[in-house]
């Protein structure tokens, strides 16, 4: 079956960078759209970055020129890089495929940005 493995959050200071990384199995990942939510305490899971099978992005408005969504087709793997972040990126991050005409979603990872 699909799985959407998550890695790669923490804690890290406003201004600082991290990545995330997501392993997908199960699926023809080249033809997968695949893409990165956030959802904060109280608040409702919100599309980060999305990128399709041929490498098309889109963004949230919040996160352009800060995020960088990419894949590596070879590896099945789709990773985010965020840099400059900020205190309202907190939040738990999900990844997540659309495969076959359905939705499948990680576990979550959490990242935290605070001093």
């Known amino acids: 079956q699909v799985q959407l493995v998550e890695s790669g959050g923490g804690l890290v200071q406003p201004g600082g960078s991290l990545g995330l990384s997501c392993a997908a199995s199960?699926?023809?990942?080249?033809?997968?759209?695949m893409g990165w939510y956030r959802q904060a305490p109280g608040k409702q899971r919100e599309l980060v970055a999305g990128i399709t099978g041929g490498g098309s992005t889109n963004y949230a408005n919040s996160v352009k020129g800060r995020f960088t969504i990419s894949r590596d087709n070879r590896k099945n793997t789709v990773y985010l890089q965020m840099n400059s972040l900020k205190p309202e990126d907190t939040a738990v991050y999900y990844c997540?495929?659309?495969?076959?005409?359905?939705?499948?979603w990680g576990q979550g990872t959490q990242v935290t940005v605070s001093s």
């Open positions: 199960g699926m023809i990942f080249s033809i997968a759209v």
């Open positions: 997540n495929g659309f495969y076959s005409k359905r939705d499948y």
